[in-house]
């Protein structure tokens, strides 16, 4: 086998001595598998442009340390395109993976595209995953907790059978993700006519802290976002700055523990953002502030048999032909509705706007599309100024200004990017270098995570941001909403999949799913490349 070898050593002095890393260069046709296996901390695994054919299980379980991650990526302006011909075995399937980067490939074919089976501080970006046979990502192995991963910048598309964008957690709390970053992501068409399922993300019952940012996703088959409760497993989950249309069912789905916040919704099947029970959540600790949200029919938000608190404040709500706020069921007196304005009904709960308040609005349900306020029009500073966030779509500052929906008012027009499909282009979307704390997740006051007492008069519901998220009130049980799509868990190469059952009538979705390196003297530097291959 050829392989050619880039010498390079780096250094870090470390106390008395000095830590090496090894980068190491490989091509189609070379054991790239066996490559991997090998990395050790501080490693740099490079792949050559081409495509690198799959026929046999792909798996392997590495691990570098905060100091010393292991990064396998593409090499500067080449293209590695990893390729399985068939679904009979998962593309990659990784085992364990601590502290490591997989940067800039493309994979495609096989089963599920990249299966995470244990992971912590692992950091996919800037890859692509389509035309898979089943889910492009999952991580959802029975009883682990994927700790700080980072999903950036990815294209995700083409997906079949449950046909996931992303798979995160396990029905039940039977795994979490937990403290994450999915931020950046251009996921779309997971809507073929094979697909069962299909949502664009969705993270699983029990999964806490983790942030939804800037990402872009359409033309899919269940919800472009689907979450559930924390189960008290820790905070509310962050959606914000993301935009989306064509989503099959909702366009957001929550069940409780979230906040939702800046995004812009252009079309969905059902409702654009949905509140409703879901395993063992009920809508409560849920803040749905600043959304502009675009419905030809049904309704802009939704909340169903709340048990705890809701917020609504600030959206643009434009269902013309629905509801612009609904309410069923549940304890309506720990609901907040304030500040919101568009078209629909709304229980007199919104002032009036149209889409000429908007730059350049329709109801035609994807771009282009321009959903920044008009000047002189109903959205500008018309919002309760209690509720106002500390940033927009843009991330722009919103400096305590109640410019109702996902954009601050700025004379001099949207001084953002331009909705369309692709990426987004945003400030913020990749974080620093790996540390030995989380990742980066923002400021307590840019993400409203530092959650005061509940509101003192819980049954009038009079709550802001900063005092609604607070313990879970959830009941016992689902509710009834079985959720049987597939196994969380199994033996490699897949955990296969079977039908879901039927939604019910109110829309309720119910979806499936290494050791330290040597230290030299700081005069003695050797190149050592290791090559370890774990049994099969």
């Given at each position: 086998?050829?392989?050619?070898?880039?010498?390079?050593?780096?250094?870090?002095?470390?106390?008395?001595?000095?830590?090496?890393a090894?980068?190491?260069?490989?091509?189609?046709?070379?054991?790239?598998?066996a490559?991997?296996?090998?990395?050790?901390?501080?490693?740099?695994?490079?792949?050559?442009g081409?495509l690198?054919?799959?026929?046999?299980?792909?798996?392997?379980?590495?691990?570098?340390?905060?100091?010393?991650p292991?990064?396998?990526?593409?090499?500067?302006?080449e293209?590695?395109?990893?390729?399985?011909?068939?679904?009979?075995?998962?593309?990659?399937?990784?085992?364990?993976?601590?502290?490591?980067?997989?940067?800039?490939?493309?994979f495609?074919?096989?089963?599920?595209?990249?299966?995470?089976?244990?992971?912590?501080?692992?950091?996919?970006?800037?890859c692509?995953?389509h035309?898979?046979?089943d889910?492009?990502?999952?991580?959802?192995?029975?009883?682990?907790t994927?700790?700080?991963?980072r999903?950036?910048?990815?294209?995700?598309?083409?997906?079949?059978?449950?046909?996931?964008?992303?798979?995160?957690?396990?029905?039940?709390?039977?795994?979490r993700?937990?403290n994450?970053l999915?931020a950046?992501n251009w996921?779309?068409?997971?809507?073929?006519?094979?697909?069962?399922?299909?949502?664009g993300?969705?993270?699983?019952?029990?999964?806490?802290?983790?942030?939804?940012?800037?990402?872009?996703?359409?033309?899919?088959?269940?919800?472009c976002?689907?979450?559930y409760?924390?189960?008290?497993?820790g905070g509310?989950?962050?959606?914000?700055?993301?935009?989306?249309?064509?989503?099959?069912?909702?366009?957001i789905?929550?069940?409780?523990?979230?906040?939702i916040?800046?995004?812009?919704i252009?079309s969905?099947?059902?409702?654009?953002?949905?509140?409703?029970?879901?395993q063992?959540?009920?809508?409560?600790?849920?803040?749905?502030?600043?959304?502009?949200?675009l419905?030809?029919?049904?309704?802009?938000?939704?909340?169903r048999?709340?048990?705890?608190?809701?917020l609504?404040?600030n959206?643009?709500?434009?269902?013309p032909?629905?509801?612009?706020?609904?309410?069923?069921?549940?304890?309506?007196?720990?609901?907040?509705?304030?500040?919101?304005?568009?078209?629909?009904?709304?229980?007199?709960?919104?002032?009036?706007?149209?889409l000429?308040?908007?730059v350049?609005?329709?109801?035609?349900?994807?771009?282009?599309?321009?959903?920044?306020?008009a000047?002189?029009?109903?959205?500008?500073?018309?919002?309760?100024?209690?509720?106002?966030?500390?940033?927009?779509f843009n991330?722009?500052?919103?400096?305590?200004?109640?410019?109702?929906?996902?954009?601050?008012?700025?004379?001099?027009?949207?001084?953002g990017?331009?909705i369309?499909?692709?990426?987004?282009?945003?400030?913020?979307?990749?974080?620093p270098?790996?540390?030995?704390?989380?990742?980066?997740?923002g400021?307590p006051?840019?993400?409203?995570?530092?959650?005061?007492?509940?509101?003192?008069?819980?049954?009038?519901?009079?709550?802001?941001?900063g005092?609604?998220?607070?313990?879970?009130?959830v009941?016992?049980?689902?509710g009834?909403?079985?959720?049987?799509?597939?196994?969380?868990?199994?033996?490699?190469?897949?955990?296969?999949?079977?039908?879901?059952v039927?939604?019910g009538?109110?829309g309720?979705?119910?979806?499936?799913?290494?050791?330290?390196?040597?230290?030299?003297?700081p005069?003695?530097?050797?190149?050592?490349v290791r090559?370890?291959?774990?049994?099969?």
């Open positions: 086998m050829q392989r050619r070898l880039i010498t390079t050593v780096v250094l870090w002095l470390v106390g008395p001595g000095s830590v090496f090894a980068s190491t260069e490989l091509g189609p046709g070379d054991n790239i598998e490559a991997i296996q090998g990395l050790g901390p501080g490693d740099e695994l490079v792949l050559r081409g690198y054919t799959l026929t046999e299980r792909f798996s392997f379980g590495i691990a570098g340390t905060a100091q010393q292991i990064l396998i990526r593409a090499k500067d302006g293209r590695p395109h990893l390729m399985r011909p068939n679904a009979n075995e998962n593309l990659i399937d990784i085992d364990q993976a601590d502290y490591v980067t997989i940067r800039g490939i493309e495609s074919g096989g089963s599920a595209g990249l299966r995470i089976s244990a992971a912590r501080f692992l950091t996919i970006e800037a692509e995953i035309d898979t046979g889910v492009a990502l999952r991580a959802n192995d029975t009883g682990v994927y700790e700080s991963l999903i950036l910048n990815n294209h995700i598309h083409d997906t079949h059978d449950t046909g996931e964008g992303m798979y995160l957690g396990c029905n039940n709390d039977g795994c993700l937990a994450s999915i950046g996921v779309h068409h997971t809507n073929a006519a094979d697909v069962a399922q299909g949502d993300i969705e993270i699983k019952e029990g999964s806490h802290d983790n942030i939804i940012r800037d990402n872009v996703i359409h033309d899919t088959n269940y919800p976002i689907l979450t409760s924390a189960t008290g497993n509310p989950n962050l959606i914000e700055r993301n935009v989306m249309w064509n989503c099959g069912d909702h366009g789905q929550a069940a409780a523990d979230a906040i916040r800046n995004n812009l252009l969905a099947g059902s409702d654009g953002i949905a509140m409703q029970q879901h063992s959540g009920a809508p409560s600790n849920l803040v749905v502030v600043h959304n502009t949200i419905k030809a029919t049904n309704d802009a938000i939704s909340v048999s709340n048990t705890g608190n809701v609504i404040a959206n643009a709500l434009f269902a032909n629905g509801d612009a706020i609904f309410i069923g069921g549940g304890m309506p007196g720990l609901i907040t509705v304030v500040g919101n304005a568009g078209q629909g009904n709304a229980g007199g709960g919104l002032a009036p706007a149209v000429a308040d908007l350049n609005a329709h109801l035609n349900g994807a771009p282009p599309i321009d959903l920044f306020p000047p002189g029009g109903a959205l500008v500073a018309a919002g309760d100024p209690a509720q106002v966030v500390a940033d927009d991330g722009t500052p919103r400096n305590g200004v109640a410019d109702i929906g996902a954009y601050a008012f700025a004379a001099g027009g949207n001084p990017w331009v369309g499909a692709g990426f987004k282009d945003a400030v913020g979307v990749v974080p270098p790996f540390d030995a704390g989380l990742p980066d997740l400021s006051d840019a993400d409203q995570r530092d959650l005061g007492p509940p509101a003192d008069d819980a049954s009038r519901g009079d709550a802001s941001p005092d609604v998220l607070t313990g879970l009130d009941p016992a049980g689902d009834g909403n079985v959720d049987a799509s597939r196994p969380d868990a199994g033996p490699a190469p897949d955990a296969g999949g079977t039908p879901e039927a939604r009538s109110c309720c979705t119910t979806s499936g799913h290494g050791g330290e390196g040597p230290t030299l003297s005069v003695l530097a050797v190149l050592l090559r370890r291959r774990r049994a099969r």
